[in-house]
C-alpha cells in the first residue's frame, strides 16, 4: 500500500455508517475510525452524540474526513418523540432543550479558548439566554416548490409536485410539509398541503433544480407576532404567467386565514439560481398592503418582503436587552457623547438606546441603503431624536470621517457572519473608543477577532450566549470589551 494511502481511512465520495461519540462547535458530530493504523476522526453536521448515522465523505486530510449526513440510522437515547413534522432546518428538536443548551455553552467557551486565547472564558461568562418560545418562535419561513419529490419507503427520488423543503444532502429534491414542522405558525404549515393542492390543480409546473425550468419556485411567508397578521409572496417564473390567476390565488388565501392575511405579493424570477429574491426581475402588490408591524421593547418596526428584521422577535428583545445593559452599564460614559452603532442594519439597537440614554448622540451605519431608509423611518414613527444614519461601507465611513477619533466612548458592533473585515477592525481600534459591546450571529470569526482586540488593549469583561434559533446548532453571542 503507498504511504499515502496508509493514512486515509476513507475516500472522497465514500458512504459510511458511523456512531456519533462528540459535539463540536456549529453543530458537527464527532465520530472516530479505528484500525490497525490508529484512530481517525469523522465530523458529521446537524448529528448528535449517540445517533448512529449515514455519510457521506465530502473531504478527507491524513488525520480527518469532513461529511454530508444522509440518513440518521438509529436516533440517540437522549432523544424524545415529537408530535411535529422533521425537516432539515430543526435537527436537533427531539432533544430536550437542557441539553441543547449545554453542547452550545460547551463548544462556543471552547472556541473562544481555542481561536481567542481566552484561557480565563468561565470566568468572564455572563448568562445563557434562553429563547422565550422553544417552538413557534420564527416570524418568517420560505418553502421551495420542486418537480422532483422523495419517496421515504423506497428510498428515492420520485417525480412529484412538492412544496416544502430541500431533502436533506439532495439539492435537486423536495419534500412536503404536510403539518405543522414546530418552528413556525402552526395555522400556515397545517394549511401548506392546501396551497400545494391549488398550484398543482392549476397544471402549471413546479421548479425542475436540474432541468432549471417550471412556474412555481417559492412561497415566502412573514408573520408579525404584534398584530398576528401574514405577508405573503408567492415567486413565479414569468414563463406562463398569463395562465395563472394571482387575484384568484389572493381570494384563495384569504378564504384559507381570514382576515390574517396583511397582504400578498408576487415575485417574478427568471434567474437559474436558487435565491428567492431575483437580483433582476420585479416584485409587484396583488393585494392588501406590502408591509407588516412588529414591535421590539415597546418601538414599532414596519417590515417589508425584503427587509430584515430578527427572526425570533421575543427572543431578539432579550438579546436586545442585554446588548443594551452592557452599553448602559457604565451610563456616564453614555450620557453626552457619541456612540456609534456599526452594521446596524435597521437601526433598532441604536433607536433603544437613544430611547434611554439623556442627550446621546446615535451615529448607525450600514452598507444596505434600504436598510438605512427602514432606520430612518422607524425612527422617526417611534419619535426618537438624536439618531444619524449612513448608508455606507463600514470601513469606508471610518476613512471619511476622521473627526470620530477620540470623539466616541462606546462602540457597537453587529457584523454579518463573516465577522469584521481586518482592515476594517483596525480603523474601529484606531478610534479608541473606552468600551466596544460585540454582537456576534457567528462566534467562530468573533472569537478570532477577540484576539486582535486583546492584542490591541481591549479585555474581554463580559460574554452571553443567546439561543434565538433552538433545535439548530446557531448561537448568538455578546461580548463586553473594556481597554
Not at 492584542?455 to 434559533?469: H, M, R
Request: charged share 30%.
Amino acid at each position: 500500500m503507498p504511504r499515502r494511502e496508509r493514512n486515509k481511512f476513507v475516500k472522497r465520495g465514500q458512504i459510511i455508517e458511523i456512531l456519533i461519540e462528540d459535539y463540536a462547535f456549529g453543530g458537527k458530530g464527532i465520530g472516530r475510525l479505528r484500525n490497525d493504523y490508529g484512530e481517525f476522526v469523522v465530523f458529521v453536521p446537524n448529528t448528535l452524540p449517540g445517533q448512529l448515522v449515514k455519510a457521506q465523505v465530502k473531504k478527507s486530510s491524513k488525520k480527518y474526513a469532513e461529511c454530508k449526513l444522509l440518513d440518521v440510522l438509529k436516533p440517540s437515547d437522549d432523544e424524545l418523540e415529537m408530535p411535529y413534522q422533521e425537516i432539515p432546518g430543526a435537527p436537533y428538536i427531539q432533544l430536550p432543550i437542557e441539553n441543547q443548551h449545554h453542547y452550545k455553552k460547551q463548544s462556543t467557551l471552547e472556541l473562544f479558548k481555542r481561536i481567542g486565547k481566552v484561557l480565563d472564558i468561565e470566568d468572564k461568562f455572563d448568562e445563557f439566554v434562553k429563547s422565550p418560545h422553544t417552538f413557534h418562535y420564527r416570524n418568517k419561513m420560505e418553502y421551495g416548490f420542486s418537480a422532483i419529490g422523495y419517496d421515504r419507503t423506497l428510498k428515492t427520488d420520485v417525480d412529484e409536485f412538492t412544496l416544502g423543503f430541500k431533502r436533506r444532502g439532495l439539492w435537486w429534491c423536495g419534500e412536503n410539509l404536510n403539518k405543522d414542522s414546530g418552528l413556525f405558525d402552526p395555522e400556515v404549515e397545517n394549511h401548506l398541503k392546501s396551497i400545494r393542492v391549488y398550484c398543482k390543480n392549476t397544471g402549471l409546473a413546479p421548479w425542475h433544480g436540474p432541468k432549471k425550468e417550471g412556474f412555481f419556485r417559492y412561497f415566502v411567508v412573514r408573520k408579525s407576532y404584534k398584530t398576528n397578521k401574514l405577508l405573503f409572496n408567492l415567486v413565479t417564473t414569468s414563463y406562463n404567467l398569463p395562465k395563472f390567476d394571482l387575484n384568484a390565488f389572493a381570494k384563495f388565501l384569504v378564504e384559507l386565514f381570514g382576515e390574517r392575511v396583511a397582504g400578498l405579493l408576487h415575485t417574478i424570477n427568471d434567474e437559474v439560481g436558487d435565491r428567492t429574491i431575483a437580483t433582476t426581475g420585479s416584485i409587484k402588490l396583488i393585494y392588501g398592503n406590502d408591509k407588516i408591524v412588529e414591535q421590539l421593547l415597546g418601538l414599532n418596526f414596519e417590515i417589508s418582503m425584503k427587509s430584515f428584521f430578527q427572526t425570533n422577535p421575543k427572543c431578539a428583545e432579550k438579546l436586545y436587552t442585554k446588548v443594551v445593559d452592557y452599553a448602559l452599564e457604565k451610563k456616564e460614559a453614555i450620557d453626552n457623547s457619541v456612540v456609534l452603532d456599526l452594521f446596524c442594519g435597521t437601526g433598532t439597537i441604536g433607536q433603544i438606546i437613544a430611547s434611554k440614554a439623556d442627550n446621546t448622540k446615535i451615529i448607525g451605519v450600514d452598507i444596505i441603503a434600504s436598510a438605512i431608509e427602514d432606520a430612518t423611518k422607524n425612527a422617526k414613527r417611534n419619535n426618537i431624536e438624536g439618531l444619524e444614519f449612513y448608508a455606507a461601507d463600514v470601513g469606508k465611513f471610518l476613512t471619511e470621517h476622521p473627526e470620530c477619533t477620540n470623539k466616541i466612548r462606546t462602540i457597537i458592533l453587529d457584523p454579518a457572519r463573516a465577522g469584521i473585515a481586518p482592515k476594517t477592525l483596525k480603523k474601529i481600534i484606531n478610534l479608541n473608543a473606552e468600551r466596544l459591546v460585540y454582537v456576534s450571529c457567528n462566534p467562530a470569526t468573533q472569537a478570532r477577532d477577540t484576539e486582535q482586540l486583546i492584542q490591541a488593549g481591549y479585555e474581554i469583561k463580559k460574554l452571553s450566549l443567546v439561543d434565538q434559533f433552538p433545535h439548530t446548532a446557531h448561537i448568538e453571542t455578546v461580548a463586553l470589551f473594556e481597554k
